[in-house]
């Protein structure tokens, strides 16, 4: 199974700046022929379920504010939010589809400082 | 507007089965992917099974946990993925979720359900 670790555990974060999260696969999840990382980002709030923000690592889902921005390749990524907002508050995952099981990494936790 | 609501959770015990109900409605449900995945108290997201869409195969995987014992099935004329689960354990307790694949692709999860409790105790 390709193993995700993230982090940090958690960060608080003034309102207004970055918020930076790591992202670690145990292999790579680029597939070379398409250049495509199949890595994804979720943002999880309270009693809701996760909300998918970035997929092929870069890639914004629509609606998704572009403060959010996803980077990195081969087995290291990051996810940014540019200036963080009061609503960013939420456990962030990031989660492999290269190769099943789909495997997720354990969260990290944004607050506002 | 998309939507996903599980149902079938509930209290069973070890060796007893349980069929998990996912209902879709907002989106043309045969068109895509349905995986299944579940949060064990305490414990991180865990991906179960999926099912492709008919268009696409309809191919069938699960997590080894609970390969020979899980069984996912779509009906596209209701819009609804079943979930049966049989000689059900301890472990198996957790907060099952129901997701729709983003057309084109199978495996990029753009929409979940809210989610249904499984608690397997004695």
């Known amino acids: 199974d390709i193993v995700m670790t993230q982090s940090p555990d958690s960060l608080a974060v003034s309102l207004g700046e970055r918020a930076t999260i790591n992202c670690k696969s145990s292999q790579s999840v680029l597939y070379t022929p398409l250049n495509r990382n199949y890595l994804a980002w979720f943002q999880q709030k309270p009693g809701q379920p996760p909300k998918l923000l970035i997929y092929w690592s870069s890639t914004r889902e629509s609606g998704v504010p572009d403060r959010f921005s996803g980077s990195g390749s081969g087995t290291d990524f990051t996810l940014t939010i540019s200036s963080l907002q009061a609503e960013d508050v939420a456990v962030y995952y990031c989660q492999q589809y290269s190769l099943a099981p789909f495997t997720f990494g354990p969260g990290t936790r944004v607050d506002i400082k | 507007e998309v939507r996903l609501v599980e149902s079938g959770g509930g209290l069973v015990q070890p060796g007893r089965s349980l069929r998990l109900s996912c209902s879709a409605s907002g989106f043309t449900f045969a068109d895509h992917a349905v995986s299944w995945f579940r949060r064990a108290p305490g414990r991180g997201l865990e991906w179960v099974s999926f099912i492709r869409s008919r268009g696409r195969d309809g191919a069938i995987r699960y997590a080894a946990s609970v390969e020979g014992r899980f ?26 979720f129901c997701t729709r694949s983003k057309d084109p692709y199978d495996f990029i999860i753009d929409y979940w359900g809210q989610g249904t409790l499984v608690t397997v105790t004695s």
């Open chain 2, 71 to 96: 069984t996912v099935s779509r009906d596209d004329s209701k819009s609804v993925s079943y979930l049966q689960m049989n000689s059900l354990k301890t472990e198996d307790t957790a907060l099952y």
